[in-house]
């Protein structure tokens, strides 16, 4: 039953999408399903030498041999679905669960204004609001919008099937372990669970399922929206550095701030980590732009990678050095 969940390990954009797509065309799973919260999330793939960025499909739908789907703790806004799917011609091989709950334009409007737009700087995409008519039992679900009627199904039952059967099966997580509602920096958080566990919860997978867990890193701290961020950069500092970056959703200017062991080791803690995946290592270490192999990696950032092993305790399996798909050294056990 070989399911790998990826999840963020940091505030979200580390660069999950990148790590995903590369593990989507490199191991041929037969299906890929997001957890996570909606399309709040932004992901950036970059294939072909072309850059697609993707708010509520998983990123493994680069692979067209691949089934994409959407489990039902995941919250969905119709139109920006179907535009990615036509965007991406996939329709033939998504499912979105009939359970999904959905963002109706009353619900961005609600989350463009007022507290949460002001105090918390959410991504303004009606994502906290529906969740809220989620729990309150008020919220429409997939099954009751027309425009979905040709691709919805039983996304739990599905994945299920696949991973009884020995099938590889990649669960995406979306946003990071410290925006999680529970263990995040809250008040200053996304509307539910984004760690491993819930992210399982949210496509109906069970703990026994899962045999990997990569937790993606960025190689230093970005965030977006109001919340702590410990030594936090200037924009002058941010910019001499080479971080700056800006959201995939919002256009926001991400802050940034170097990397923070201690939240490093409390993700690996808190997602039950197998693996890392680290992301942007070329940003910190510009001789291993685009480097495929180990041994072609600088001294001083393999001192880098061994201090954050030796501090969590887990491998670094995925080195990100570039931002194409391909531009990674992959040290899994083949
Ligand atoms: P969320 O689901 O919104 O949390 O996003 P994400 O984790 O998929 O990350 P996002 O795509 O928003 O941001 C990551 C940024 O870093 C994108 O611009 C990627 O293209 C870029 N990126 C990812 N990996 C690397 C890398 O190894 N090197 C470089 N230079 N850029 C990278
Ligand atoms: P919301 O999820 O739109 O309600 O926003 C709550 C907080 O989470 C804000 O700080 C957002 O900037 C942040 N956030 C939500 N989704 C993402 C994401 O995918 N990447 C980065 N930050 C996110
Ligand atoms: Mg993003």
Redesign the pocket.
């Known amino acids: 039953m070989p399911a790998s969940v990826i999840v963020?390990g940091q505030?979200?954009?580390e660069g999950k999408g990148k790590i995903i797509s590369y593990i989507a065309l490199r191991d041929s799973p037969v299906a890929a399903v997001r957890g996570?919260?909606?399309p709040?999330?932004?992901?950036t793939v970059v294939y072909n030498g072309k850059t697609l960025k993707l708010r509520m499909l998983p990123s493994a739908v680069i692979n067209e041999n691949i089934k994409v789907m959407i489990g039902s703790g995941v919250l969905v806004n119709p139109n920006v679905v179907l535009e990615e799917i036509e965007k991406v011609g996939s329709q033939s091989r998504v499912i979105i669960d009939r359970l999904c709950g959905i963002i109706e334009e009353g619900h961005i409007e609600k989350?463009k204004q007022g507290y949460?737009k002001h105090s918390?700087?959410?991504?303004?995409?009606g994502?906290?609001p529906a969740q809220a008519d989620r729990v309150l039992r008020k919220a429409k679900i997939a099954s009751d919008i027309k425009s979905l009627q040709n691709i919805i199904g039983d996304v739990s039952l599905e994945i299920n099937n696949l991973l009884d059967k020995g099938k590889l099966v990649i669960v995406e997580g979306?946003?990071?372990t410290f925006?999680s509602l529970y263990h995040g920096t809250y008040p200053?958080?996304?509307?539910k669970d984004v760690t491993a566990s819930a992210i399982c919860a949210d496509v109906g997978i069970g703990p026994k399922k899962v045999d990997d867990v990569i937790v993606v890193f960025k190689a230093y701290t970005?965030?977006?929206?109001?919340?702590p961020l410990q030594s936090e950069l200037t924009h002058e500092e941010i910019s001499e550095k080479g971080w700056q970056e800006f959201?995939?959703?919002?256009g926001?200017v991400?802050r940034a701030a170097p990397l923070n062991l201690d939240l490093v080791k409390r993700a690996v803690i808190l997602n039950s980590a197998t693996q890392i995946a680290i992301t942007k290592i070329d940003t910190i270490f510009p001789e291993c732009k685009g480097v495929q192999e180990l041994s072609k990696l600088s001294d001083d950032s393999i001192k880098f990678i061994k201090i954050l092993e030796e501090h969590t305790g887990v491998p670094v399996t995925l080195i990100g050095t570039g931002p194409g798909h391909d531009q990674i050294v992959d040290l899994r056990v083949k």
């Open positions: 963020g505030y979200g954009d996570g919260v909606g709040n999330a932004g992901h989350d949460l918390i700087g959410t991504t303004g995409t994502t906290g979306t946003q990071g925006l200053y958080v996304t509307s970005t965030r977006v929206g109001e919340g959201g995939t959703v919002t926001r991400r």
